[in-house]
């Protein structure tokens, strides 16, 4: 069995590389057009290869949330039009760095949370160019929808056992933003761009969500918490290997603060949660 912190890992690096081509992508078919494809050729690809069975009245709800959280994660590819992937990233990482942080009554999480505000200060380097508003705004709805996912994504895999609710959502999330992506600009449905959009499907979407799913059965919230703070160093060195966007200085030391408050807060929720053990009788 494949250790579960791997599965994450390799999620990370699957999204993040994933989503510096999506941003090359949408270049020629435009943000809504690869959230459209992102999510249509995910949705099919799970139901065939899943199989799943209809959700009982109990997990509906659950599934549906899921859905709804997975289409608001794809606003970063709108939000991308504005910003370098790495910024991007690091900002909708805000939001399970919110759920681990609100999750706790420590004093030191007020350190933390003043350290993750000098973080995102230090992005808007106007050394590093601007950061235009709108892809800030898309980026921190993108976050909300992120800590959620993170929450409903649990839920659903201890609800159902099995990856039936993770293609269910992903049916519900392409139902919201097919549309939608296909409304803001008409897809170019030429031989490449449908491959292409197949293939950021399977890396951003089908492989992430599937391994995700699989470690979230196994591992804690918390611990993906901890491994997911990886993401924005790996978005960055994806934006500058795929698409040559280089990060000042500052934008670097930003995208640092916010990782490693991530990584502390999963620590530290971790160790929070766990059991005391019995004192040895003298």
């Avoid at 170019?188 to 890396?203: R, S």
Wanted: contains cysteine; glycine residues 12%.
């Amino acid at each position: 069995m494949v250790p579960a912190p791997l599965l994450v890992l390799t999620a990370a690096i699957c999204t993040q590389t994933g989503q510096a081509f999506g941003k090359q992508l949408s270049g020629d078919i435009g943000a809504g057009g690869v959230v459209a494809l992102r999510l249509g050729f995910a949705a099919v690809l799970l139901l065939l290869w899943f199989r799943p069975k209809l959700p009982d009245r109990r997990q509906l709800p659950w599934i549906l949330g899921l859905g709804t959280a997975i289409a608001g994660m794809n606003l970063v590819y709108p939000a991308m039009r504005y910003l370098p992937v790495g910024v991007a990233s690091t900002l909708q990482l805000l939001g399970p760095l919110a759920v681990g942080l609100l999750g706790s009554r420590r004093p030191a999480d007020l350190g933390a949370a003043v350290v993750a505000g000098a973080g995102v200060w230090l992005l808007n380097d106007p050394a590093g160019g601007p950061l235009h508003w709108p892809g800030l705004v898309l980026a921190l709805l993108s976050a909300v929808a992120m800590g959620s996912y993170l929450l409903l994504s649990r839920k659903v895999a201890l609800l159902t056992g099995d990856a039936s609710g993770l293609a269910w959502g992903v049916a519900f999330a392409a139902v919201l933003g097919v549309p939608t992506g296909l409304l803001a600009q008409p897809v170019d449905w030429a031989p490449g761009v449908l491959l292409a959009g197949a293939a950021v499907a399977t890396i951003t979407a089908v492989l992430p969500y599937t391994l995700e799913q699989s470690a979230l059965r196994r591992i804690s919230a918390g611990t993906v918490g901890l491994l997911l703070s990886l993401e924005p160093a790996v978005a960055a060195v994806a934006g500058l290997l795929v698409l040559d966007e280089r990060l000042s200085a500052l934008r670097w030391l930003g995208l640092g603060c916010i990782s490693v408050v991530t990584a502390w807060t999963a620590i530290s929720t971790r160790r929070a949660r766990a059991p005391a053990r019995p004192r040895a009788s003298a």
